[in-house]
Structures are given as C-alpha cells and as structure tokens.
C-alpha cells in the first residue's frame, strides 16, 4: 500500500529551529530498557529514497517475523522532502514520510532497524532516537559508516566488534556481520540496550553484511520512489 503524507503542521523550516527541537527531545531517550530477544515478535526496516529535483521522498516499512525473516506486511509513503540537506539534521528530511509508512501498517511494527543512527551522533540524537521518542517503539540504528566517531581493529570473524567512541563514552559499535567484510555501525535508538542491538543485528544478517529490514526496505522504497517519478501506480 502507499499513502501520501504531509509536513507535520510546526515542523522545522530551518537549522535553528531543527536544532532546539533536538535539544527538547534528546532527553527522553529512554536507555534503562533492554528491548525485546532477537527472534521474538516482529522487527520493521524503513528506510527512504529521494528525487531531489523534484523535491520528492519515499519511505517504506518492511514488517518481518523476527524468527523466520519472512515479510508480515510491508507500506510505503510518498510526499514532498520536509527540511533541506544539512549534516547532523537528516531526520528531519525523513521522518515525516517514516511516520506515513509505519502508520499504514496493520501489524505491530515491534522493534523498528533504522538506517542511520541513533546515539552515534554528536548531538547523541540521530534518526533512531527521533524516530523512537516519537512513536514510543524501540529502535535501534545501523549505518554503513560511522559518522563523526572513531574505533578500533574489528576482529575479522563474524561477530567481532570494537567500541564506537566519543572521548571515553561508548555511543555505539562496529559490528562485523559477514567474515572478512567491513562491519556495520550499530547504535542504540530508544529503548533498547546496545548489547541487545548488536545481538538483534546478527540476527538479522544471516547471509548479507546489512540487515534483511534494511535491505527490504531499500528495495520497496526506491521501486516507490520511481512509481511516483514515472507517474505509476503501485504495481503497474
């Protein structure tokens, strides 16, 4: 399914805007929960694609068994990008058509993977933890790369990590989610312990470096995001 979906009435116009509305909300990261086992219940992966031209985002959520990976259900979103291209501030570019995809699910999204960060941010307030403070689920972040934060040697075998720093905080880990392949950056969002988030996305790896939410997600957004492009309905 996909639903249209508009810029929140308030929503940030600027960078100053942006940056006090993470100010007010950073502090209600919830970081004392441990966050539902791997393999229990549901995990979602939304991600979003853009056509910058035409100031135009697409943003999917893809509901999996978290024991068997199988797809539950799947909803995409459609509307015009909310917030201009500044570093640090992503999520406000997404998280209006984030919010219109996880709203057209009929199944619990359980725990939400996001393609981004969470604490692993220098304002300790990415897209997982917006995302999580917004819609109370527990979320956790896994990038590609690391942001602004350094780490050490990861051990080659799958499972291996090293500490995500930021002068002496741990604010997330390198992962390695496939031997001999470049690790993944795994930060906790909202409600969710980072042992438990790493622990989440090997589950969800058992075959490829990203996880299957993520790799899903990326899939229905993009074929969205040219559906709209191209004038298509879904499906056509």
Request: aromatic share 4%.
């Amino acid at each position: 399914m996909r639903t249209i979906t508009g810029i929140p009435e308030g929503w940030p116009e600027d960078e100053a805007a942006a940056l006090a509305v993470q100010d007010a909300l950073r502090g209600r990261v919830v970081r004392d929960e441990t966050g539902p086992a791997p393999g229990t219940g549901t995990v979602t992966g939304i991600d979003v694609a853009y056509d910058d031209e035409r100031g135009v985002v697409a943003a999917a959520a893809v509901v999996l068994d978290a024991a068997t990976l199988d797809v539950v259900e799947e909803a995409t979103a459609v509307g015009r990008v909310a917030f201009p291209y500044v570093p640090g501030l992503l999520a406000f570019r997404e998280i209006p058509a984030v919010l219109g995809a996880l709203e057209a699910l009929d199944a619990a999204p359980g725990l939400v993977v996001c393609d981004g960060y969470g604490l692993a941010h220098p304002r300790r307030f990415g897209l997982a933890s917006h995302l999580g403070v917004l819609t109370g689920l527990p979320t956790v972040g896994v990038a590609k790369k690391p942001f602004v934060f350094a780490h050490g040697e990861v051990g080659p075998e799958r499972g291996a990590a090293a500490p995500l720093l930021d002068g002496a905080d741990e604010v997330g880990r390198a992962l390695r989610t496939r031997a001999g392949v470049k690790p993944v950056y795994v930060s906790v969002g909202h409600r969710m312990t980072l042992d438990n988030a790493c622990a989440h996305v090997l589950a969800l790896t058992p075959q490829f470096r990203i996880p299957e939410t993520t790799r899903r997600a990326d899939r229905l957004c993009r074929d969205a995001l040219l559906d709209v492009t191209a004038g298509r309905r879904p499906g056509t």
